[in-house]
């Protein structure tokens, strides 16, 4: 390779390498997560505390690190909403515990939180002190939007790419126009 455009060549692959590296991170959740959530014990006792695993993983069965997840418990015809959040114990692994107070039917929303332009919801069945839930109880969080809405990422995309394009193209028409000048004399 000629000396003269081993910078220019530099200069463009790390600007692809920047490019990609961005719209990696564009692309981290934009595809579907699929959950099981176990209780113990299976149909916890009204007033007693129970604790809850979720295991996720993306379709590829690689575990999802370092989410976000909440979950809602609201008994079907009340208003009031019992949260819990989940702590990572290990890759893809996540516990919790809670009380209901009440025995019956809850519904249970578990949302992913991980990225704060997005939010994947899914909703559950969870029964408390009567019939029995299933164990584990699976689900999926459809995919989200994840573009982002911060103002340097537009920046970059709409002004720093095509400017540092524009360089490129620009001294590689030089270099060659330079050359095929100096070939002329």
Known sequence: ??????????????????????????????????????????????????????????????????????????????????????????PGTYETTAELNDAGEYTLLMRDQTFRQEEARATLSFFVGEASNETPIAFVFPPTATGSNNLLTWLIWLIAVPVVAGIVVTVIVLMNSKKADADDD
């Open 1 to 90: 390779m000629n000396s003269k455009l081993k910078p220019v060549f530099l200069i463009f692959l790390l600007s692809l390498s920047f490019i990609g590296g961005v719209s990696q991170t564009a692309l981290a959740h934009a595809t579907i997560v699929l959950g099981k959530l176990y209780s113990e014990p299976a149909t916890p006792a009204a007033g007693e505390s129970f604790s809850l695993r979720l295991e996720m993983v993306d379709p590829s069965q690689i575990p999802i690190e370092d989410a976000v997840v909440l979950a809602d418990f609201k008994k079907n015809g009340q208003s009031e909403v019992t949260q819990v959040t989940f702590s990572e114990t290990s």
